[in-house]
């Protein structure tokens, strides 16, 4: 490996490394980031109309 | 005192699965796998690290970041008005008819996609699996060649299709039934609780695969002084390629022929003794600088290729997950660190494991020719493996991370088929993974068991996996850049963000990036599908011309038949769904 390659190497590899990293961090330091997460789950058609009844019932 | 208990206890339940690392890791899960670990290293090893890296980041910049962009701006602003499939977020984006129609066609690719993409999973899990069980003992290249035609079927149709260890059909079935079992538990409790644990634990294993790899030095300093783990990161990441060329005749008259890569001082010393003895006028030694590089098109178009595949952007699946977030939920970080994610896999693990553990082994002269995904894969790599001291147990950890990547992917592109069918046809959970598995089930047993030259699989990927990515991707740069309009756009990315979009990406979205893959689809219909400047048309266009044996030409027909046939379905039901109509009117009523 040839000291131009070793240089490519190192920093196409150390850039994606730190990004990688920087967004990371950036996620996990936000206070209360998780607080704003709306459910990631969805309702299907038979989970709201058993929902809507189940309501209706109580 | 009893109530607030409940309450926190509801609110701790929801948010353990519910997180932003949990949507960042199911966005990343789609686009992390087997492109990661064996298309990347045969592309930059094929056109030399340096070039291939600027190409690459400049791809990833004005190409790959952007459509991500905009995949998650377009399928949350959908959302929030209640679509979640591709037909419902392109109707919502589009407000006009057609929009139904051009979202079918995009569910056309993650549906198609996945049929063949299974079982590849499969060969993953088999040979995982037959690594662990020490039942892959490779010697020599043949051997591994005769096993990867042997399990896929590659000789003769139905050729996998035997319960049997050293075939492909038990791992499918198994791979087959776990990805419905978990799109079926829904996207919070199957794709995210899959993609939470499974993508940490991937990259855990890469990085102790890496950590052999690296350590290898070289393993036979005697007989093969030349193949070592630094000869392989050169070979890979070197700026410039060095190339022994023989004169040969030719039609054209006489001409310099390259013959083969020379990297390492060795390497280099004793072909410089060759050129000495046979004399310069036969043979000479020739150097491509970065800037020679940089100034091949079908650089360009692989370096955009590798971003734009490895990112799964133009699937719609961005689209689809983006569109369960609501206008609090950030997607601008959200986006960048899923993106991220999948270059530091590419980069960092890919890029440092499997080309450099190959040259180890083998050589440069070893794997020429060889640096192609299913070649690099399934038949060098276990080769590798064999030849390496407790290779049995890195051999299943690679195969296994492998695995888990397909799967994570593989649930991507299950769920815009599911949203679809509960939204334009009301069907419940059970009725939607139902329907979707018995058409998953046909494609599926089309591609396994029409192996024959994996010609099903082929076709389905040029046309789908590749022709048809293209269209729609650029379909969504246009609807993010100018339908929806780049300040609306901007607008709508910025809600909930918690990093700003520089302005420069505003030209950039409207005009750079679809120019680019305007640019790049035009090239690659030019170049590589049509043969402008090398006069070989694609074989995929031949095979439509009957060129190939009966036997080929039926699976290449029944192949295109099925596309037809899935795009047929899913353009009838979304042109008949009432919820697009309703959409439709309720805008009209709106604008009057």
């Known amino acids: ?58 | 005192m009893k109530k607030p208990k409940k309450k926190q206890t509801k609110k701790a339940l929801k948010e353990s699965w519910s997180s932003r690392i949990g949507v960042i890791l199911a966005v990343a899960g789609s686009a992390i796998g087997i492109g990661n670990f064996l298309r990347f290293p045969g592309q930059i090893a094929e056109f030399g690290g340096g070039a291939f890296m600027i190409a690459y980041f400049i791809a990833f910049l004005v190409l790959g970041l952007p459509l991500c962009w905009a995949e998650w701006t377009v399928g949350r602003y959908a959302g929030r008005l209640g679509f979640h499939s591709i037909p419902g977020i392109v109707t919502a984006i589009t407000k006009r008819p057609f929009g139904k129609y051009i979202g079918a066609l995009c569910l056309v690719i993650p549906t198609i996609v996945f049929m063949y993409f299974v079982c590849v999973q499969s060969w993953c899990l088999g040979y995982a699996l037959n690594f662990l069980f020490g039942k892959i003992h490779f010697t020599d290249a043949h051997d591994a060649a005769v096993f990867f035609a042997n399990f896929t079927g590659l000789e003769n149709i139905g050729g996998s299709f035997q319960i049997s260890w050293d075939k492909a059909l038990p791992f499918l079935i198994v791979a087959f039934t776990a990805n419905f079992i978990l799109i079926y538990r829904g996207v919070a409790k199957g794709i995210e609780w899959f993609c939470k644990f499974a993508m940490p634990i991937l990259l855990i294993l890469a990085l102790i695969v890496l950590g052999r790899v690296l350590t290898l030095g070289t393993p036979n300093p005697e007989s093969a002084p030349d193949a070592n783990i630094s000869n392989g990161l050169g070979f890979m990441w070197n700026p410039q390629k060095t190339f022994l060329e023989a004169k040969r005749e030719t039609t054209q008259g006489m001409q310099w022929i390259r013959q083969k890569e020379i990297v390492g001082e060795n390497a280099l010393i004793k072909a410089q003794s060759i050129i000495d003895q046979q004399g310069p006028e036969k043979l000479r030694l020739t150097t491509l600088t970065i800037s020679d590089q940089l100034k091949r098109p079908k650089l360009w178009l692989a370096a955009s290729g590798q971003i734009f595949f490895s990112l799964a952007v133009g699937f719609g699946i961005i689209a689809t997950y983006a569109s369960y977030l609501t206008r609090k939920d950030d997607i601008v970080l959200s986006a960048l660190t899923a993106t991220s994610a999948n270059e530091f896999t590419e980069v960092s693990l890919g890029g440092l494991i499997t080309i450099p553990a190959a040259v180890a082994f083998f050589g440069v002269s070893g794997i020429a020719g060889n640096t192609s995904l299913f070649s690099l894969g399934f038949n060098v790599l276990p080769l590798v493996f064999s030849s390496m001291p407790a290779g049995s147990f890195f051999g299943f950890l690679f195969f296994f991370l492998l695995f888990l990547g397909s799967v994570s992917a593989c649930l991507s592109m299950l769920q815009p088929g599911i949203a679809f069918l509960e939204e334009a046809l009301g069907f419940g959970r059970k009725g939607s993974v139902g329907t979707l598995s018995a058409l998953m089930l046909m494609g599926t047993f089309l591609v396994a068991y029409y192996s024959f030259n994996l010609k099903a699989l082929g076709t389905l990927d040029f046309w789908v996996g590749t022709f048809l990515i293209f269209v729609m991707s650029t379909i969504f740069i246009i609807l993010f850049g100018w339908v929806l309009g780049v300040d609306k756009a901007f607008e709508e990315a910025h809600q909930g963000s918690a990093l700003k979009l520089p302005k420069i990406y505003k030209p950039i979205l409207k005009y750079l990036c679809p120019l680019f893959l305007i640019t790049i689809f035009v090239s690659w219909l030019g170049m590589d599908v049509l043969g402008i400047g090398t006069d070989t048309l694609d074989h995929h266009i031949a095979d439509l011309m009957g060129q190939e044996s009966h036997t080929e030409t039926m699976i290449v027909f029944a192949s295109i038949a099925t596309i037809l046939l899935v795009t047929f379905a899913f353009i009838t039901i979304a042109g008949k769904a009432s919820i697009y109509k309703k959409e439709l009117k309720k805008h009209a009523c709106t604008n009057k």
């Open chain 1, 1 to 58: 490996m040839t000291t131009g390659g070793l240089t490519i190497m190192l920093i196409s590899v150390s850039t994606v490394t730190l990004l990688f990293a920087w967004c990371i961090y950036k996620v996990l330091s936000i206070p209360g980031e998780t607080e704003h997460m709306h459910g990631f789950e969805m309702e299907t058609p038979d989970e709201k109309a058993q929902k809507k009844a189940d309501e209706k019932g109580a």
